[in-house]
């Protein structure tokens, strides 16, 4: 059954989400508050851009492919993200935080998309975003 828009608002404009997002990112030791904001509010642009995306679409099986399009994206950005934090751990043992903070963020927003995507279209994007670009393309 294709998934309506109703489904989609509801879940990625759910005000918890800011909360915990907020939450997740105070939990840092000394976590600047102006970088809070400024990743809370990068995370819901995002958020924003896709349910403004899937507004826009009147087929319910048209927004099941926008959605994983889009989890496509934010995934791929997510693994950036991580690649540059955990090689500046590893070579200075420190991260640019606000890099961490906006993979925190992303991250988050994956699981919230998840939750609107069929387990097996995770697992193939999953599979095909860990495959060495030569073999997936």
């Not at 489904?7 to 976590?31: D, I, M």
Request: hydrophobic residues 45%.
């Amino acid at each position: 059954m294709a998934i309506e828009i109703q489904a989609v608002e509801k879940q990625l404009n759910n005000p918890a989400f800011e909360v915990q997002l907020r939450e997740a990112l105070a939990a840092w030791e000394n976590a600047p508050q102006d970088l809070i904001d400024k990743t809370v509010a990068f995370v819901l642009h995002l958020r924003d851009e896709l349910v403004s995306l899937c507004r826009e679409i009147d087929d319910g099986e048209q927004i099941e492919q926008t959605l994983a399009i889009n989890y496509i994206e934010l995934k791929s950005r997510w693994i950036a993200i991580n690649t540059r934090v955990n090689y500046q751990t590893f070579r200075t043992g420190k991260c640019d935080v606000e890099s961490a903070f906006r993979g925190t963020g992303v991250s988050m927003f994956l699981a919230e998309v998840e939750t609107l995507i069929s387990q097996d279209d995770i697992s193939k994007i999953t599979d095909f975003l860990a495959q060495p670009i030569r073999r997936a393309a």
